[in-house]
């Protein structure tokens, strides 16, 4: 939820199985075929490693998305749509946050807010059409019906011919009063989540009745983020683990929002890094829900700090990248223009309008004055680097850094080049950066720069001939482009996409198509780990058996194919790889949230000895899966903490555990986290592995 600040006079507006070998080959590191940067004179050098072995999928054409509102009374100009075709916008959002949950479509209204002149939905569909990009259309949930619904689709894609393909149903409805927070507009009697995911099914049903072929979005919060963890009283599940099983087979994809905010700027340029294990948490209550194949949508995204200015643009281009990596098909900043706000001072001196657009409106607060209407802001310019980067087709691939100053993203170009987006976090200093390659090979005799300085009005473009390192500008995003060095390519596809045929606590299968554009001599499973690409088994037909896994443990891998030049190809797409814990073990152990808040929860483990002796005296330990993860207190146990890993002793009442699950014995603590916190998947009870449950 953001203020908008309208363009016109009104006032602020709530916004809204073949042959195969499964040999485990060791850690082999999968080295790139040409000269990697030597190490950089400088010391000081940030060392960034590509690794285009490693996939992490492909661009889609829904990417880059950004929000419009019907407020706006600037959205559909010309000028604005040339905007944002320049800046490649591959998806629009309408009608505009919180209003998709007052707006009536039919007569362009929306009670209680303030709709501009030319915002209609025909128009807002001229801009789209316009600048190539496809809509994402908001449902009016709170005040409309399923019928309506329904009729927007009918005029949308059968009497207009449209073709929208993507429909959320209302907007952050968990802030509908239920958990006391309410800015969401929702007059249904029945507010609760149960309702909103029973009521998704009617919406689906009846704008699939008008065309099969719309996608249907519902919503959904980001784990660490409020109400995650929230419970209504007499309930005994949040908003996600209520609405995730009751959507399973009737929503197409699921939304959410995310404005994480920070102190400053330097802890907000911190924080994209938290996004990937947010979105890894979500994708486990989906799975656990039911639901594991339904994708997600970051339908609104901004950092709450410093909106307008550099640092807002740098966590931008960082945001989309992340959660692009992590699996999502849009993400679609918040917003087109927005208004000023309280007048600031960002860290590189700049003024901060408090403006969440990406385009000046041009009005003032006091006698503090923006640019004139539509001049770009640098979260503008963040969102035209993205396609300096990449464009829909494109592979992202891996890469990082060895300093928290700069971040990276690379990209391998469907035409064989190679891309590396370079983000200097830091307000007064040069960052010197010494590039590494896996699995490419440059062209050592040249590269295109691209670059967005601090409190430029324009990307810079140039040509290089140093493709192993390269100096960033303070606060800036870089994007180096290389061509391959010719004859290091595999004219080989990547294989097809993997999956997961069989896991189980030690070991799993995993299964592809083969490649095309000539002949495998073998393929390759490997592990992501980091930069690294460890090598983990090989076969010479389309599946293959991993063992000696860690129990309780997630991996991605990629599938490559060799050629018989020796050779590889491009990675697979990614595939998540997850084992178990033993189904038989002297042990168990389950793991509940029992309450939370979004920065915290409270947990019960209980311990229960299946063997066949009694045990007295017990060490419980386990491991936090995040580093943002802590115990801050705990009851019926003694509990220490040391990095993440954790370790809970008796006290003196609870020490005796009866053979063969004759009792079980429990205890809890309260965790505190920033950003996710994935429970918990092994457990060892004085040494040894349990079942966990």
Partial sequence: MRLPRSLSAAPWRLRAAAALSTAVLGAALLTGGGPAAADSADPAAVDVTV????????????????????????????????????ANVGMLRYPGGSYGDIYHWQDNTAPGGYVAPGTDFDAFMGTAQKIGAQPILIANYGSGTPEEAAGWVRYANVTKHYGAKYWEIGNELYGNGHYGSGWEHDDHADTSPTAYATNVADFASAMKAVDPTVKIGAVLTLPGNWPDGVMASGESADWNHTVIPLIAGKADFVIV????????????????????????????????????????????????????????????????????????????????????GAISTAPDGATDYNDYGILSSGT???????????????????????????????????????????????????????SVMLINKDPDHAQQVALHYAGFTP???SARVDTFRDRASSIDSATSDDVASQSLPPYSITTVTLHPQAGTSSALSAPGAPHVTAAGDTDA???????????????????QNGTTSELLADSTGTSATVHNLTPGTTFTWNVLARDADGRLSRPSEPVTVRTGTPQHSTCRVSFKVTAGWGNGYNADVAIT??????????????????A???????????????????????????????????????????????????PPTVFTLNGTVCTTT
Wanted: charged share 15%; with cysteine.
């Fill in 51 to 86: 690794n285009a072995a490693e996939g992490q999928g492909t661009i889609p054409d829904t990417a880059y998305g950004l929000n419009s509102a019907v407020w706006d009374s600037q959205m559909n100009v010309p000028e604005v749509q040339d905007l944002l075709q320049d």
């Fill in 257 to 340: 929002h995310w404005y994480p905010g920070g102190s400053d700027a330097a802890q907000m340029l911190g924080v994209p890094s938290q996004l990937t294990g947010e979105l890894a948490q979500l994708r486990d209550q989906l799975d656990a829900g039911g639901a594991a194949d339904l994708p997600i949508a970051l339908t609104e995204v901004n950092s709450n700090v410093d909106e307008d200015t550099q640092p807002d643009a740098l966590f931008g281009a960082d945001t989309y990248f992340t959660a692009l990596q992590s699996g999502v098909f849009t993400v679609d900043w918040w917003d087109t223009h927005n208004g000023p």
């Fill in 364 to 418: 003032c607060v006091g006698s503090v004055c923006e640019p004139p209407l539509n001049t770009p802001f640098p979260t503008y310019f963040a969102i035209s680097m993205l396609s300096r980067l990449g464009r829909p087709g494109d592979q992202l691939v891996g890469a990082g850094t060895s300093s928290p100053l700069v971040s990276a993203h690379a990209v391998h170009r469907a035409d064989g080049d190679l």
């Fill in 443 to 445: 062209d050592p005799s």
């Fill in 509 to 527: 299968t995993v299964s592809w198509t083969p490649s095309s554009g000539g002949t495998a001599t073998r393929y390759e499973v490997y592990r």
């Fill in 609 to 626: 000895d299946t063997g066949p002796n009694p045990i007295t005296g017990w060490t419980l330990a386990f491991t936090f899966p995040s």
């Fill in 628 to 678: 943002g993860e802590t115990v801050s207190g705990y009851w019926n146990s003694t509990v220490t903490q040391q990095g993440r890993t954790v370790v809970a002793t008796p006290v003196d009442w609870n020490s005796t555990l009866a053979a063969n699950g004759g009792n079980s014995v429990s205890f809890g603590f309260t965790g505190a986290n920033t950003g996710a916190y994935p």
